[in-house]
């Protein structure tokens, strides 16, 4: 049995790739085999989150429009086994993702993999709206921000409305909300919306939480999903997300900002 | 008030305003995606009729559709200036 999961948001640059890219390498160190696919045509990054920029020789529209098979376009990753990266076209075409082209690769994609984690573009376009249209779940990407937390409830609206779900009656797409750059210093001083705030707004289930890190950017830089930095708050964030979204019980942490203690609150640091 | 009550900033904080400004826009939001699709024709032709009379301005008319039971309710909110 294969599931399809969205990362969406509908705001740009709050994390979506980010976290396809550490949900993905999650989900299969822990042994389910899994495919991650750019729907960002045109603006593709996923190909360099995930270190395989230089690998890329077809692309999602070339299988689309029969140009390549799947196997062709298909990147295994170097670092696990069960992993594989299906990267974006860079054509200027929008129109490229049609509903029957995206539904027979998906199809074809659910008879080997457990998980296809389709990661979207910004905004609501075709790529977006093909993106969510045939997940059974949806991780929404959510910063701890005005507009960011507004477009999720945005998002959250198509789902339930545009899925392919929707339009056929079907049990809804299971919505999960990841709150992302989360800050607790200007969480407690009152100066950045608190889990329970967004919470009371969105009102879904709760993901996962992760902290606002520098190792995000590190990561980043080196082509590594940063739930493989096992030290940093984030990429521990993350592998707890994967824990709850395979079903574990797992408590949420670094909530509280760090109390530094009294050199280092004299010496900085 | 307390000694320390004083020194306190009096301004909201900024997270609360962020939360009241989203809690009313996002249910905004939410009644118009789950409001009939010719709502807003309707409200246009409205707002002409009563511009006929008087001179108003879109936003003093509100139109509103509630659920109750199985009756849908179609509330309107004319605002008439002084």
Redesign the interface.
Known sequence: MSEIIVVTSGKGGVGKTTTSASIGMGLARAGHKTVIIDFDIGLRNLDLIMNCERRVVFDFVNVIQGDANLSQALIKDKRCSDLFILPASQTKDKNALTKEGVGDILEELTKDFEYIICDSPAGIEQGALMALYFADQAIVVTNP??SS??DS??IL?ILQ?KSRRAELNMEPVKEHLLITRYHAER?E??????ID?IN??LAIDLLGIIPEDTSVLTSSNEGNPVIMNEVSTAGQSYQDAVGRFLGQEIPHRFLDPERKGILKRMFGG | MSLFGRFKDTKP????V??E???I??AH??NR?SAPSYLSALQNDILAVVKKYVDIDADQIHIHVSQKNNTSVLEMNVSLPE
Request: proline fraction near 0%; charge should be positive.
């Open positions: 921000e005005v937390v507004r409830d945005r609206g409305s969480v001083s009152g100066d950045m919306l608190s705030d009371d707004i | 904080k900024s997270a609360r962020a939360k400004r989203l809690q826009i996002v939001e939410r995606r």
